[in-house]
């Protein structure tokens, strides 16, 4: 079955970067397109950012536009989100979604997310 | 952007209850609007589709309807597993956008 485990997440001090990854099993990867979607403590979600299944389109939220990288490596079925100049807004569970299929752009499934954390 | 309001924030109901959760969009969506349920502790998981098409695996006591800028979540008769917090989620256009969630607690 489809299985997403993110990893790379914790503690950051304003300013400072991380690089978290998604590692994808169970369908072919270099087929679908992928999102990250996040979560503050104890509220709703936002959308981070989408990539194209090849790479060729990437979207991104406002607010993440020149600090955050989505890329992929189709070859080991990863996906990445390079945070640099982290905000303690960005302070959130951040999960990995698959695209349904044919960039519909809604998720299914979601992985289990890695909580990052912005303090100082 | 597209803004995403949901009511009610939340509510309680009980079991065999039948449950109507509202989203409305700040313009037309193109029939691009998805729900998920969310349990405490867990990620979200899909409902629905295209606003009414049922994802596989669900049940069929979920349905959704609607066009434009309006749209229901149903739940027909509730059942314990079904206590969470329901999110709409536009895809017509980016950002993807959701609204802001709708609890549904026992009352």
């Known amino acids: 079955q489809v299985q997403l485990v993110e990893s790379g997440g914790g503690v950051v001090q304003p300013g400072g970067s991380l690089r978290l990854s998604c590692a994808a099993s169970?369908?072919?990867?270099?087929?679908?397109?992928m999102h990250w979607v996040r979560q503050a403590p104890g509220k709703g979600l936002e959308w981070v950012a989408f990539?194209?299944?090849?790479?060729?389109?990437?979207q991104y939220i406002d607010s993440v536009k020149g600090r955050f990288t989505i890329s992929r490596d189709n070859s080991n079925n990863a996906l990445y989100l390079q945070m640099n100049s982290l905000r303690p807004e960005d302070t959130a569970l951040y999960y990995c979604?698959?695209?349904?299929?044919?960039?519909?752009?809604?998720?299914?499934?979601w992985g289990q997310g890695t909580l990052v954390t912005v303090s100082s | 952007d597209i803004q995403m309001t949901q009511s009610p924030s939340s509510l309680s109901a009980s079991v065999g209850d039948r449950v109507t959760i509202t989203c409305r969009a700040s313009?037309?969506?193109?029939?691009?609007l998805a729900w998920y349920q969310q349990k405490p502790e867990k990620a979200p998981k899909s409902l629905i589709y295209?606003?009414?098409s049922l994802q596989s695996g669900v049940p069929s006591r979920f349905s959704g309807r609607g066009s434009e800028t309006e749209f229901t979540l149903t739940i027909s008769s509730l059942q314990p597993e079904d206590f969470a917090t329901y999110y709409c989620?536009?895809?017509?256009?980016?950002?993807?956008?959701f609204g802001g969630g709708t609890k549904v607690e026992i009352k």
């Open positions: 989620q536009q895809y017509n256009s980016y950002p993807l956008t």
């Open positions: 295209d606003v009414s």
């Open positions: 990539i194209r299944y090849d790479g060729s389109n990437i």
């Open positions: 979604a698959k695209d349904f299929g044919n960039w519909a752009n809604w998720f299914d499934p």
């Open positions: 313009q037309g969506l193109r029939n691009r």
């Open positions: 169970g369908f072919i990867f270099n087929n679908y397109d």
